[in-house]
T-cell receptor, first 110, second 113 residues
Framework: QKEVEQNSGPLSVPEGAIASLNCTYSDRGSQSFFWYRQYSGKSPELIMFIYSNGDKEDGRFTAQLNKASQYVSLLIRDSQPSDSATYLCAVAGSARQLTFGSGTQLTVLP | NAGVMQNPRHLVRRRGQEARLRCSPMKGHSHVYWYRQLPEEGLKFMVYLQKENIIDESGMPKERFSAEFPKEGPSILRIQQVVRGDSAAYFC???????????FGSGTQLSVL
């Protein structure tokens, strides 16, 4: 079992819709959870982080964490074509370094 | 721009040569991480360093790869006797050590001919 698992996609949603990206992790001791966006040929960019169970909202982005289920998700409301990118889920455990999933490729169709 | 600086942006080497990748962390950051990304794959952790110390090198291949972060100057990821399988994007990230929020550099694309 991979430490951090994501559906590779591709995920396609129409412009204005909600995009839902999911991630599961195996280390129950994980404390911090991150979502990075990576455009093709570019470096990862941090867009959300969450430490506690529940929801955290920032603009059009909402991160959701359920530690009991070892599940973290990212919702993007009112999706725009500029949101088309690969979204990487990352988890920090006791080792103090981030473990990344393989990413979900999102395409927002105009 | 006080972000994470990596150079070179692109590096071409022939099999058997050495590759040196440099990373200067964001101003005020003293923690450096190196990650490798193969095409269509996620980021794989390689090594975590603080000034003059290797904190975690659990992701480094046992041979040919080494990393340092000297008291003065950038962090260096060194790959000796490169092989075609080393071709990848190598990203450096830095943090201030208070959390795990990492700021990434623009990466070095290594191509081994």
């Amino acid at each position: 079992q991979k430490e951090v698992e994501q559906n590779s996609g591709p995920l396609s949603v129409p412009e204005g819709a909600i995009a839902s990206l999911n991630c599961t992790y195996s280390d129950r001791g994980s404390q911090s959870f991150f979502w990075y966006r990576q455009y093709s040929g570019k470096s990862p960019e941090l867009i959300m982080f969450i430490y506690s169970n529940g929801d955290k909202e920032d603009g059009r982005f909402t991160a959701q964490l359920n530690k009991a289920s070892q599940y973290v998700s990212l919702l993007i409301r009112d999706s725009q074509p500029s949101d088309s990118a690969t979204y990487l889920c990352a988890v920090a455990g006791s080792a103090r370094q981030l473990t990344f999933g393989s990413g979900t490729q999102l395409t927002v169709l105009p | 721009n006080a972000g994470v600086m990596q150079n070179p942006r692109h590096l071409v080497r022939r099999r058997g040569q050495e590759a040196r990748l440099r990373c200067s962390p964001m101003k005020g950051h003293s923690h450096v991480y190196w990650y490798r990304q193969l095409p269509e794959e996620g980021l794989k952790f390689m090594v975590y360093l603080q000034k003059e110390n290797i904190i975690d090198e659990s992701g480094m291949p046992k041979e040919r790869f080494s990393a340092e972060f000297p008291k003065e100057g950038p962090s260096i990821l060194r790959i000796q006797q490169v092989v075609r399988g080393d071709s990848a994007a190598y990203f450096c990230a830095s943090s201030d050590g208070t959390g795990e929020k990492l700021l990434f550099g623009s990466g070095t694309q290594l191509s081994v001919l």
